[in-house]
């Protein structure tokens, strides 16, 4: 690989980190979660009827179901998320998220949407790193 490549992907890593620490800093100020947390329910937030096993969501936020059975831990206590086990199989619980989670999730939207809009990537830029990504993804 060559030296270029590899200064690239360390660039978009840190790049990446000081977006997450910045949002995460942001939520949390404000709304009490961490970005990891925001990005488990807006992702719970896409599926049918706002809800998913804790294996399908592992797999759209991409961490182990584990992983992901303790983020949730903390947003069903406050009452953002509910789990129901299910009958057939204890091993396998359905997540849903809860009208206060769909409230929280609306605020948050916009919180980071604004925060988005103030950075300042120009147009040209935008598209020139978006197809960028494209291509390394």
Not at 7 to 30: C, G, P, Q, T, Y
């Amino acid at each position: 690989m060559s030296q270029k490549k590899t200064e690239l992907v360390f660039s978009l890593l840190a790049a990446s980190s000081k977006i997450e620490r910045r949002f995460d800093r942001i939520l949390s100020n404000v709304r009490g979660i961490s970005f990891t947390e925001y990005f488990l329910l807006k992702r719970l937030s896409s599926q049918a009827n706002n809800a998913a096993t804790r294996v399908d969501l592992a797999a759209l936020v991409h961490l182990t179901p584990s992983a992901v059975t303790r983020a949730l831990k903390p947003l069903e206590k406050i009452g953002y998320v509910r789990s129901k086990k299910n009958e057939r199989d204890a091993r396998q619980s359905l997540a849903t998220l809860t009208t206060a989670g769909s409230e929280l999730l609306s605020d948050a939207d916009s919180m980071l949407s604004d925060e988005i809009a103030a950075m300042s990537i120009s147009t040209a830029n935008q598209k020139e790193l978006k197809a960028l990504l494209d291509g390394i993804l």
